[in-house]
């Protein structure tokens, strides 16, 4: 059974950076496209970036020049490097797997972490 851990949240200012971190065991990880995703108070769980096995990417647009992901398949963890934050960024963001290709389709991941509170103060 695939295992999901998100790490690095936390409360940041305005302008500031934060590097989200998401640990994958339990099946081989690099069979994987990956997925971050975020849900906000009030708000339905929306897409922000997915990478595949071959580290191809895809943002969404609200996030592009700002996040990056990337991963490191010999450490089975996958990053979400987050710049020039706001306080509409602020919500719990989820780390999810697929056996897919890379899509914004939050029903096309299998497996999701337990998320990670990012809160942005203005």
């Known amino acids: 059974q695939v295992q999901l851990a998100e790490t690095g949240g936390g409360l940041v200012q305005a302008g500031g950076s934060l590097r989200l971190s998401c640990v994958f065991s339990?099946?081989?990880?690099?069979?994987?496209?990956m997925g971050w995703f975020r849900q906000a108070p009030g708000k339905e769980r929306e897409f922000v970036a997915g990478?595949?096995?071959?580290?191809?990417?895809y943002y969404a647009d609200f996030v592009k020049g700002r996040f990056t992901i990337s991963r490191d398949n010999a450490k089975n963890t996958v990053y979400l490097q987050m710049n020039s934050l706001n306080a509409e960024d602020t919500a719990v963001y989820y780390c999810?797997?697929?056996?897919?290709?890379?899509?914004?389709?939050?029903?096309?991941?299998?497996?999701w972490g337990q998320g990670t509170q990012v809160t942005v103060s203005s």
């Open positions: 999810a797997a697929s056996g897919g290709a890379i899509t914004s389709s939050a029903r096309q991941y299998t497996y």
């Open positions: 339990g099946r081989i990880f690099s069979s994987y496209t």
């Open positions: 990478i595949n096995w071959r580290s191809g990417t």
